[in-house]
């Protein structure tokens, strides 16, 4: 059984902090690796993807993965309330692979 | 650029009902199509995915069935609705296996 984990939160922060988001995966032949932002009632939206260890910097989201500790995480720098929002971990296993196994996700609540 | 669409947006049925959703992709060829549910409290669950017209691969056994009958259309539907069935329906398309983008989402809501 494939799973990913993930804190459910609240994680709370302050605005203009750094939120930072975790996710660990059971699946050590995962390839690919997703974080989606849900705000409530809404669908999925993709912000970031990494297939390679290390990180991957986009405006101020940066995505880090360490496949040796089977470890990804989510880092969002100078946090705005429109960030509060649900944040999905997914993880792609192997090459080819077509499912996207689903964390639970962090709630997110940055305070103004 | 690639749009896709869901509907009805909100759905209300008794149980033992039929159901019929759909999606449809625009500004694409040839996606792989998936059906997700969302239930509350619980992650997103694969239900069904196709590479191709016809192509329909079932991930979890249930009263609820799959069909891709053009290349950039697919159809979620039921013949009798459970109250299990509530939830958040979700489409998504990829090109090949990688990034996944859903549409808007259909709530259903069985009474």
């Known amino acids: 059984q494939k799973e990913v984990e993930q804190n459910s939160g609240p994680l709370s922060v302050p605005e203009g902090a750094i939120a930072s988001l975790n996710c660990t995966y059971s699946?050590?032949?995962?390839?690919?690796f997703f974080w989606y932002r849900q705000y409530s009632g809404k669908s999925p939206e993709l912000i970031m993807s990494?297939?390679?260890?290390g990180d991957k910097e986009d405006g101020r989201f940066t995505a880090q993965l360490n496949k040796a500790s089977q470890y990804v995480s989510l880092l969002i720098r100078d946090s705005q309330p429109s960030d509060s929002a649900t944040y999905l971990c997914a993880v792609l296993s192997g090459a080819g692979s077509y499912q996207l196994t689903f964390g639970k996700g962090t709630k997110l609540s940055v305070i103004p | 650029s690639q749009t896709i669409h869901q509907w009805p947006a909100t759905l209300v049925q008794p149980v033992g009902s039929p159901l019929s959703l759909e999606c449809t992709v625009e500004g694409t060829s040839n996606p792989n199509l998936y059906w997700y549910r969302q239930a509350a409290g619980r992650g997103l669950q694969l239900l069904f995915y196709?590479?191709?017209?016809?192509?329909i691969s079932s991930e979890v056994p249930q009263n609820l069935s799959a069909s891709r009958p053009q290349d950039r259309q697919f159809i979620l539907s039921s013949k009798k609705l459970l109250l299990s069935d509530s939830g958040f329906y979700l489409c998504a398309w990829s090109v090949g296996f990688l990034e996944q983008y859903f549409g808007p989402g259909t709530r259903l809501t069985v009474t």
């Open positions: 990494i297939y390679s260890n």
């Open positions: 196709s590479v191709g017209i016809g192509q």
């Open positions: 699946d050590r032949g995962s390839q690919s």
